[in-house]
């Protein structure tokens, strides 16, 4: 705008002082930067644009194909156009980026009319996320670099990556819990399918506990007895919070907890076992922008701006999958687990406080904590006290800050197991694979 204001100045004050040299240079000026905006208008708004991805999940380690096609849908021909893919910062840069880009998501073009052009890069999985690819942002004008036109061309895809899955070959979690049936001294359930023997009767027994053929044969009433419920499986609790993690440790820490979690649940889910999932972090899909998009952008640091997902969440509900068994119940944990991300909401006692009523009380309570506070470790001592097999895997890297998670945590009653690195994910279940079963 300033030099159209300029040129008319100017050729206003030609035209006051009879300068015809000026004023015909001014008529030319304006003429060429009224041109130039148009073209530069019609060239943006001629271009049309789709995406295409052969997936939209995967796993680490995998390769996500991205297509891009543009097309000149204007009679007049495109002198140059700038294309970009925009891809979350966060996720392609910094000392560990997630998504690895081979080839160039940024191209320059010329395009003839009803001309097209095709891009073509791939992104290699480092790391579990959710991630927003695109959208395509366009960027032309004219010759003289008068005039410059963004715009934002396709709608943005997702992309899920799961977390890594660490075999594992037991479970001997501080509960004495291993993965599969064990047996209890203490019968929370019984099972009326499954005889354990046969005592005399006792006041209170129901008629249908008389064991009638031992009653004949002995001439005093028996009762049977039941083999107790099996009590098996786990409800993984997830600390989140960003206070829990120091940054200098990060992401590694962060993403040790979930591989262990994501670990765990992949074991007791093939084992038949039930599992479900607790965390206080913030899901990813709570940032996706629903509104505020400016398909127009003035320049290129607005269009990332507008078109990248939202910054924080302002969720304060705990993220939750129900412990039970099913054929899809591996898969809700690990996109939940994908998803999940720091948060500075809900606390972990907080979140338990929340989610305690819709935990079952025959599944260990697994919490894999980095930082424990006296708030967190009472809040477990607290499920303890309320009848629940509680443990905890402490994820630090040095002893010591494990000795002194475990002081609070033994203070309630719960036990805890050390989580330095990820070899230790496996390495946690290798006494319960040499002992065998383990009766309580």
């Not at 708004?45 to 000149?72: K, M, P």
């Not at 715009?151 to 819990?177: C, M, N, Q, W």
């Not at 993965?179 to 399918?193: A, K, M």
């Not at 079952?360 to 006290?385: F, H, N, S, W, Y």
Request: proline share 5%; hydrophobic share 45%; charged share 25%.
């Amino acid at each position: 705008m300033k030099w159209y204001l300029g040129a008319i100045v100017l050729l206003a004050a030609a035209l006051i002082f009879e300068l015809g040299l000026m004023a015909y240079a001014m008529y030319a000026l304006l003429g060429v930067m009224l041109l130039s905006r148009f073209l530069a208008r019609r060239w943006a708004e001629s271009l049309d644009a789709e995406r295409e991805c052969n997936r939209f999940s995967a796993n680490v380690g995998e390769t996500v194909a991205v297509i891009l096609r543009v097309r000149n849908r204007g009679s007049l021909p495109l002198a140059w156009v700038l294309l970009e893919d925009l891809l979350p910062p966060q996720a392609v840069g910094g000392p560990a980026p997630r998504l690895e880009v081979l080839g160039s998501r940024l191209h320059l073009a010329m395009l003839f009319p009803r001309g097209r052009k095709t891009l073509f890069y791939q992104l290699r999985c480092r790391g579990r996320g959710y991630f927003q690819l695109g959208p395509l942002m366009v960027e032309t004008g004219d010759l003289f670099g008068l005039h410059r036109r963004f715009r934002v061309a396709t709608a943005p895809h997702f992309l899920l990556v799961y977390p890594k899955i660490v075999p594992l070959e037991g479970y001997d979690i501080a509960s004495r819990r291993p993965i599969g049936e064990v047996r209890l001294t203490h019968r929370l359930y019984e099972d009326p399918t499954r005889i354990a023997g046969v005592r005399e009767y006792q006041a209170g027994d129901p008629l249908n506990r008389i064991h009638w053929r031992a009653t004949a044969r002995t001439g005093s009433i028996h009762s049977k007895v039941y083999e107790p419920s099996t009590v098996a499986g786990a409800t993984l609790v997830v600390d989140f919070h960003r206070d829990s993690f120091e940054p200098s440790h990060e992401p590694f820490r962060s993403e040790l907890a979930v591989t262990a979690a994501a670990s765990v649940a992949h074991a007791l889910y093939h084992l038949g076992q039930q599992v479900g999932l607790v965390s206080n972090g913030r899901d990813a899909v709570d940032r996706i922008r629903r509104e505020g998009w400016d398909p127009d952008p003035q320049n290129r640091l607005v269009a990332r701006q507008t078109a990248a997902m939202l910054d924080s969440s302002d969720r304060l509900q705990p993220l939750m999958v129900e412990t039970r068994r099913g054929p899809d119940q591996l898969l809700r944990i690990l996109e939940t687990l994908a998803r999940l991300e720091l948060t500075d909401g809900l606390t972990l006692a907080q979140a338990l406080d929340e989610t305690v009523g819709r935990m079952p009380r025959d599944a260990t309570v697994l919490a894999i904590v980095t930082k424990v506070t006296l708030a967190t470790a009472m809040a477990l001592g607290e499920l303890r006290r309320r009848g629940f097999a509680v443990a905890a895997l402490v994820n630090a890297y040095h002893l010591h800050e494990f000795e002194a998670a475990c002081g609070p945590l033994l203070a309630e009653g719960v036990e805890a197991r050390h989580l330095p690195d990820e070899a230790a994910v496996a390495a946690v279940c290798e006494d319960c694979l040499l002992r065998g079963s383990v009766h309580r």
